[in-house]
């Protein structure tokens, strides 16, 4: 059975940082696509961020040069340093594998965070 | 690119449910869709426009053709009460797209 388990979500002012992690088991990270995905309350899905098998990584246009994703195969665990955050950054973040990169195959349990003065 | 879902369908218990993804030319791409169930993660119920996942009920089907995607839900049951959204990858972009999601009333 694949597990995904988000930490870090927190309360945090405009312009801070945090970072998220997600311990995966049950699924290899350094062979398989890892990704991040947020939700703003009552609001839709959006794709964050993704850690491609062979090493390449992309990222949304409302992150890029703010988020970085990582990997930790020692670990089996993904990350997402979150800077310069902004109050539109506000949102559960689910942390996502697939064994394609196209598909988003298995979710983890959503993780708030909260960017506000 | 841009993905357009309307806002909600309804649907009578036991009857069938078809919710649209609408995109330029989308059925030349692979059309992923996931149900989302209040205060719970997305679950992919349909990937690369047809497949069903393990654990998935065959009353969930899948089509893709010109510029609609569908997701087709036979014999409604309540159960089946969620928020659904398409999602494909664009390879113009090396982005991942979301509809703007369809809730589904089971009424």
């Known amino acids: 059975e694949v597990q995904l388990v988000a930490t870090g979500g927190d309360l945090i002012q405009p312009g801070g940082s945090l970072r998220l992690s997600c311990a995966v088991s049950g699924l290899i990270v350094r062979d398989n696509y890892l990704s991040w995905v947020r939700q703003a309350p009552g609001k839709g899905l959006e794709w964050v961020s993704i850690f491609y098998a062979g090493g390449a990584t992309y990222y949304a246009d409302s992150v890029k040069g703010r988020f970085t994703i990582s990997r930790d195969t020692s670990r089996n665990t993904v990350y997402l340093q979150m800077n310069s955050l902004r109050v539109d950054d506000t949102a559960f973040y689910y942390c996502?594998?697939?064994?394609?990169?196209?598909?988003?195959?298995?979710w983890g349990q959503g993780i708030l965070v909260t960017v506000s003065s | 690119y841009v993905l357009t879902q309307p806002p909600s369908v309804s649907v009578a218990p036991g009857q069938t449910a078809t919710i649209p993804c609408g995109g330029s030319n989308i059925g030349s791409r692979g059309v992923h869709w996931y149900q989302q169930k209040p205060g719970q993660a997305p679950v992919l119920v349909i990937s690369y426009n047809s497949d069903r996942p393990s654990g998935i009920p065959a009353r969930f089907s899948g089509s893709n053709s010109g510029d609609t995607a569908s997701l087709t839900i036979s014999r409604v049951e309540a159960g089946d009460e969620a928020d659904y959204y398409c999602q494909l990858w664009d390879s113009a972009t090396v982005h991942w797209l979301f509809g703007g999601g369809t809730k589904l009333t089971v009424l």
């Open positions: 996502v594998g697939g064994e394609g990169s196209s598909s988003f195959d298995f």
